[in-house]
């Protein structure tokens, strides 16, 4: 049972985390400038799913450092003389994101110690 539950909570933090973020991203009109089609869909996946591992891992500094990563990465794409990404999109993507996964992460936490 425990297992099923983790097991589910891995597979919300891939596909319907994408549509929960793009809903979101929608409703506040935010509108994505650049990038390769279908690439940040994928990093969202990944980043979500490494941040989950390792908030369930009791490694939740590790998962700051995927945070820290990215916003080091994503520093001249948005602040850059022509910024390709909107810096608004991109933060609030990256915050429902993570929030998911740290979410989900306590969750798998929490069901995985009954």
């Known amino acids: 049972m425990k297992a ?24 506040i009109r935010a509108i994505e400038t650049g990038g390769t ?17 390792l908030v369930v891992g009791d490694e939740a500094g590790a ?7 990215k916003a080091i990465l994503r520093f001249p794409e948005i602040t850059g003389k022509e910024p390709h ?3 608004e999109y991109v933060l609030i993507g990256s915050l429902a994101s993570w ?8 969750g798998a936490r929490a069901i995985l110690s009954l």
């Open 4 to 27: 099923a539950a983790v097991t589910l909570l891995v597979v919300v933090m891939t596909a319907p985390a994408n549509w929960f973020v793009r809903f979101l991203l929608i409703q």
């Open 37 to 53: 089609e279908g690439a940040g869909r994928w990093i969202g996946i990944l980043e979500r799913l490494l941040i989950f591992l």
């Open 63 to 69: 998962a700051a450092l995927v945070v820290a990563a």
């Open 85 to 87: 990404l909107n810096a």
């Open 99 to 106: 929030l998911m996964a740290v979410a989900g992460g306590l």
